[in-house]
T-cell receptor
Framework: GQQVMQIPQYQHVQEGEDFTTYCNSSTTLSNIQWYKQRPGGHPVFLIQLVKSGEVKKQKRLTFQFGEAKKNSSLHITATQTTDVGTYFCAGRSMDSNYQLIWGAGTKLIIKP | KAGVTQTPRYLIKTRGQQVTLSCSPISGHRSVSWYQQTPGQGLQFLFEYFSETQRNKGNFPGRFSGRQFSNSRSEMNVSTLELGDSALYLC????????????????FGEGSRLTVL
């Protein structure tokens, strides 16, 4: 079945360093969404990318959707303690009857 | 407007029992999805309902079932509980579309934390 692979599983960074998580789908996606889940919380929608090659920014966060619409990335510049949490990507495609297929998540940990 | 409401928030059951969890979506949202999340794990998709019809189903045994009512509220049921069913069960609602090509963002509830002893 369709899969979305997300790496890395964990990333430890010093505060102020950058963070990146990558998602790769086995099939072409109609769109991809990104969510953040704080420790003890529930996932919260960050953004949706639809167009091939799309790049969107939200302050220190930069989201990219690949030209082939099979991969995506989230980059955080100069991490802060408020960025701690797990970041999930989730893609939809016709192949999955538009069901959201989730990546396993990348946990961002800020080193003390 | 009110967010997604899940009840109960916490519950403890014993093996063999059954449990029903409830989810009230955001007003106007017609699609409801259910997920299971265990500690340190990602989101495991259970099922998605749209206008009272199950649109998609994950790879869970038949002990897991769900339904959606005409007011879009949804329930999920787990019968013959096992220890491994201990998890956070998350409900998410979205606008959904009648054409089936649901592309909307999901709004999650706080979850129902089930402990099976």
């Amino acid at each position: 079945g369709q899969q979305v692979m997300q790496i890395p599983q964990y990333q430890h960074v010093q505060e102020g360093e950058d963070f990146t998580t990558y998602c790769n789908s086995s099939t072409t996606l109609s769109n991809i969404q990104w969510y953040k889940q704080r420790p003890g919380g529930h996932p919260v929608f960050l953004i949706q990318l639809v167009k091939s090659g799309e790049v969107k920014k939200q302050k220190r966060l930069t989201f990219q959707f690949g030209e082939a619409k099979k991969n995506s990335s989230l980059h955080i510049t100069a991490t802060q303690t408020t960025d701690v949490g797990t970041y999930f990507c989730a893609g939809r495609s016709m192949d999955s009857n538009y069901q959201l297929i989730w990546g396993a998540g990348t946990k961002l940990i800020i080193k003390p | 407007k009110a967010g997604v409401t899940q009840t109960p928030r916490y519950l403890i059951k014993t093996r063999g029992q059954q449990v029903t969890l409830s989810c009230s979506p955001i007003s106007g949202h017609r699609s409801v999805s259910w997920y299971q999340q265990t500690p340190g794990q990602g989101l495991q998709f259970l099922f998605e309902y749209f206008s009272e019809t199950q649109r998609n189903k994950g790879n869970f045994p038949g002990r897991f079932s769900g339904r959606q009512f005409s007011n879009s509220r949804s329930e999920m049921n787990v019968s013959t509980l096992e220890l491994g069913d201990s998890a956070l069960y998350l409900c998410a609602s979205s606008l959904g579309t009648s054409g089936g090509s649901n592309t909307g963002e999901l709004f999650f509830g706080e979850g129902s934390r089930l402990t099976v002893l």
